[in-house]
């Protein structure tokens, strides 16, 4: 949408990526819920679910500010952000990190089908593939907090759960749409 000179995306839910050069007549801003991310001419991704923004700059500069309660001006804080910097916005909150040049592709790997795990528990790998398929992975408290590390494609669902039933012992339970994983 284009309003006033300035360019906007609304992203409601989900997560995009943008190559876009600095127009300071007409900028480039991404609102996400709250955040509103304004363009200094860049690279960059933003994931927006649940109330949660993540921002990761690949190139170039991206402002975050975040939206107070008291209206669609009252920003709470104001962050630039640079290369392989990645923040979490959420209400209230804002935290930075820079990363890898490493990380910040592991991050991104989404765009080319993959996805990159290290050392994240399985309760946080199941909501990565479940962005992805249809059939979706539901993962009991007993077998939540097993952490991995791997590479897999979004749709190589049945190849990771191979994995993790043979390697790590997790039990598997298919039941119509959904695969459950369990200790027991």
């Known amino acids: 949408m284009i309003n006033d000179g300035e360019r906007q995306f609304l992203l409601d839910e989900g997560e995009a990526f943008f190559e876009i050069r600095h127009d300071p007549k ?7 819920g709250r955040d509103r991310i304004t363009v200094l001419g860049t690279k960059f991704s933003v994931r927006h679910e649940g109330g949660r923004t993540q921002v990761t700059v690949v190139e170039g500069k991206v402002k975050l500010d975040q939206e107070g309660s008291s209206g669609r001006n009252a920003s709470v804080s104001s962050t630039t952000l640079v290369r392989n910097d990645s923040a979490v916005s959420q209400p209230g909150a804002v935290h930075v990190a820079t990363k890898t040049q490493e990380q910040t592709q592991q991050d991104l790997s989404w765009r080319e089908g993959r996805l990159d795990f290290d050392n994240m528990t399985l309760s946080e790998i199941a909501a990565e593939f479940n962005r992805y398929n249809q059939r ?8 939540s907090s097993l952490r991995l590390s791997g590479k897999f494609a979004t749709s ?6 191979r994995l993790i039933h043979e390697g790590f012992g997790v039990a598997v339970r298919a039941e119509d749409e959904q695969i459950h994983l369990s200790m027991k």
């Open 26 to 32: 007409h900028p480039f801003v991404v609102m996400a």
């Open 136 to 143: 979706q992975l539901v993962v009991h408290d007993d077998a």
């Open 156 to 161: 190589n669902i049945d190849g990771f759960v």
